[in-house]
């Protein structure tokens, strides 16, 4: 059982701030930027920033979804997202770049073992970073636009 991992980046010509409070709303910016593989989406506690718990149903392929609960957490410029229900967890980290800001998404999670885990860590991330530069693109358009 070893770690997976998919990370993705984009660049937002917008004040590194102006990104991290997009990034850390979950009430009015999140569900406009989410891709159509997200469902049932829904605030669950808070909304903005650390403290918030949201919950959405992940469809990664045809054949494998996961519900997802997400405890938010915020580190420096990371917007930390822990799943209560398996091992995953997201980064969402903003830094300065030229005269905007990048956005970094990471997703990490135990991964299983044996041959089903080979899959997982060759496959998975591919399938995931295509799903986070759709999310990234769209909190480009949101915040840019």
């Known amino acids: ?14 004040e590194p701030d102006t990104v991290f409070a997009a ?3 979950y009430n009015e910016v999140r569900p406009k930027i989410l891709s159509p593989q997200y469902s049932e989406y829904k ?8 403290g918030t718990v949201a919950t959405w149903k992940l469809q990664a392929t045809k054949s494998r979804s996961r519900t997802v609960q997400a405890s938010v957490d915020v580190a420096g410029h990371t917007v ?3 799943d209560a229900n398996s091992s995953m967890v997201t980064n969402w980290t903003v830094a300065p ?3 905007g800001a990048s956005v970094t998404v990471k997703t990490s999670w135990k991964g299983a073992g044996g041959i089903g885990g080979f899959f997982e860590k060759t496959f998975a991330p591919l399938g995931l970073k295509k799903i986070q530069a759709e999310v990234l693109e769209n909190l480009k358009k949101q915040v840019e636009g």
């Open 23 to 25: 990034v850390a709303d």
């Open 1 to 14: 059982m070893g770690q997976v991992s998919a990370s993705s980046t984009v660049l937002i010509n917008a």
């Open 80 to 82: 930390i997202e822990k």
């Open 43 to 50: 605030v669950l506690q808070g909304g903005v920033g650390a």
């Open 97 to 99: 770049a030229g005269p």
